[in-house]
């Protein structure tokens, strides 16, 4: 599954990947934490006006000593008679670059607009 982030007023273009953000929801779900951005843990959807979102991408970019995200070590667990459970990790300062790409979406929608996400 994957959480799409994209701008009210824009109509996703899905060969033009200007006009929208993908993420895995777990990747969804570390990013809004990231950014201070509240969500539901398996539940992530919702919407934020584009200047605050905007300004959530830029605080958490500006500070530079935290700005970077440690690496996430991909796991392959499963418990007898139960499903299999497989993370795929994440390299250091994937959540940083997925902040730019929201940030650059967030700055391409313009006033009035929001940032969705489902």
Not at 20 to 29: D, G, P, Q, S
Not at 60 to 71: F, G, H, K, S, V
């Amino acid at each position: 599954m994957s959480v799409t982030f994209s701008v009210s007023t824009i109509e996703v273009d899905w060969e033009n990947p200007t006009t929208f953000v993908n993420l895995a929801n777990e990747n969804a779900e570390d990013v809004l934490a990231w950014i201070g951005i509240p969500y539901t843990p398996g539940n992530v959807y919702g919407e934020l006006p584009a200047s605050e979102f905007v300004a959530k991408c830029n605080r958490r970019l500006w500070d530079t000593r935290n700005a970077t995200d440690p690496a996430v070590t991909p796991s392959n667990t499963q418990r007898p008679g139960q499903a299999r459970l497989t993370t795929f990790g994440r390299r250091s300062g994937y959540l940083h670059e997925r902040t730019y790409a929201l940030l650059a979406l967030a700055e391409l929608a313009g006033a009035g607009a929001t940032i969705r996400w489902s």
